[in-house]
Structures are given as structure tokens and as C-alpha cells.
């Protein structure tokens, strides 16, 4: 087995920039204080704003020249837009990855959905979207295109910003839940169309919902 790859400073730095965007604890809009962050991190103003570079081109920072550099907030036509590039994107997957399914995979499914709907019941909604994350990313993997995970990859940081910003319930994690157990039995069955038309109905019904709340949380916007 080939070692583990070092992570090099920029990288470290852009993995907790993203960490603490994720999380909330760097919401969506706000401005980034790189004097209190680069010491936070105890790291120089070169690597940090390397990283910071790296995520702007993510579509994560803004950097608004002589303002300084923000977490990107999203209008209501940007968080569709993601939604509906994120339903062709993720069902080209399904497409891909279901041939590609063995049983073991299929047991990593139940095991990672296992483990989701056991964090909503005790009320860990950090767990469950972490669970929610690898269940994407392994459909993603699975699919064999590079292309295509990289750049789902990307998006999917972008929906959690959105999600963030809509206060997503726990209501909704709930029916997400239960819609991508019905995936599952269609990937059992390795039934490629019910698997896709379920995957397109559990983002529109996710979409739906966050645009709603969105809204609700938002009316000026």
C-alpha cells in the first residue's frame, strides 16, 4: 500500500478555511480577518492567501479588492442554479457507478445510511452531514470520471454554503433519509433508471426545500 501523502501548508490551510466555512463558524458573507486567522493557524500571509486564492477560484472567497476577502454569499437564482447542475451532474453518476456496484459496495451504502439515520434520531446533524457527504462522494467515485468528481466535488462544498445559509431542519434530513433508502433498493436491484429518477426526485425535494427556507429567512433577498 502506498503511504499516505503529506498535505503541504497551503493545502493544510485550505482544508481548515473550508472546515471552518462548513461548519458555520465562518458564515456565509462575512468578512475574513486574515491578521486574526494567519496567527490562529500561526502561519505567514504567503500561504494564506495562496489558499485563499485557490478558494475563490472554488467559487468559496470572494476577494473584493481594498475590502479584503468574504465568504461567499449566494442570491436565490445561484443556490437553483447549483441545485439543477447538481441534479444532472450527480444522476450522470448514478448512471455510471450503478454497473459499477458490487455487494461489498452495497453493504458501504447501508452502513454509511445505517449511520445517518441513527445521527438524525439522537439529533446529530453534524454527523448526518457528514454521512450525507460520503454517501455522495463514494456514488461520485465509483462513477470512474475524474472529471466528473472533481467537479462534483467542488459543488458540493458550494450546496453545503447554501444549506448553511438556509438553516436546513431537521425535518428535511429526515425525508432525504428516506428517499435515498428507496436509492438503495434500486441499487440493489441494479436498476439504473429507478436509480436516477429517485437520485433527481431526492434533490429536487432537497432544492425545494432550501429555496423555501431560503426565502423565509431571507425576504429581501
Known amino acids: 500500500m502506498n503511504a499516505p501523502r503529506h498535505l503541504t501548508l497551503r493545502e493544510r490551510i485550505y482544508e481548515e478555511i473550508v472546515r471552518l466555512i462548513v461548519s458555520g463558524e465562518l458564515p456565509s458573507g462575512v468578512s475574513i480577518d486574515e491578521k486574526e486567522l ?101 456514488i461520485a467515485e465509483l462513477s470512474g470520471s475524474a472529471p466528473l468528481i472533481e467537479t462534483l466535488a467542488r459543488l458540493a462544498l458550494q450546496i453545503q454554503i447554501c444549506r448553511l445559509i438556509a438553516n436546513e431542519s431537521r425535518d428535511l434530513a429526515e425525508r432525504a433519509a428516506e428517499e435515498r433508502d428507496q436509492i438503495l433498493q434500486a441499487f440493489r436491484a441494479r436498476d439504473i433508471r429507478r436509480a436516477k429518477a429517485l437520485m433527481h426526485a431526492h434533490i429536487s425535494d432537497v432544492q425545494q426545500a432550501v429555496m423555501a427556507r431560503f426565502q423565509k429567512e431571507n425576504p429581501a433577498r
Open 38 to 138: 494567519t496567527e490562529r493557524l500561526q502561519v505567514s500571509r504567503t500561504p494564506f492567501r495562496e489558499a485563499i486564492g485557490t478558494l475563490a477560484k472554488e467559487g468559496l472567497i470572494e476577494i473584493k479588492p481594498y475590502r479584503g476577502f468574504f465568504v461567499r454569499s449566494f442570491a436565490p437564482k445561484e443556490i437553483d442554479d447549483l441545485y439543477e447542475l447538481r441534479k444532472t451532474l450527480e444522476c450522470f453518476a448514478v448512471e455510471l457507478a450503478v454497473p459499477q456496484m458490487s455487494d461489498r459496495h452495497i453493504a458501504g451504502f447501508e452502513r454509511i445510511l445505517d449511520e445517518a439515520v441513527a445521527a438524525l434520531h439522537r439529533g446529530d446533524m453534524e454527523t448526518y452531514g457528514v454521512r450525507d457527504k460520503e454517501f455522495h462522494e463514494t
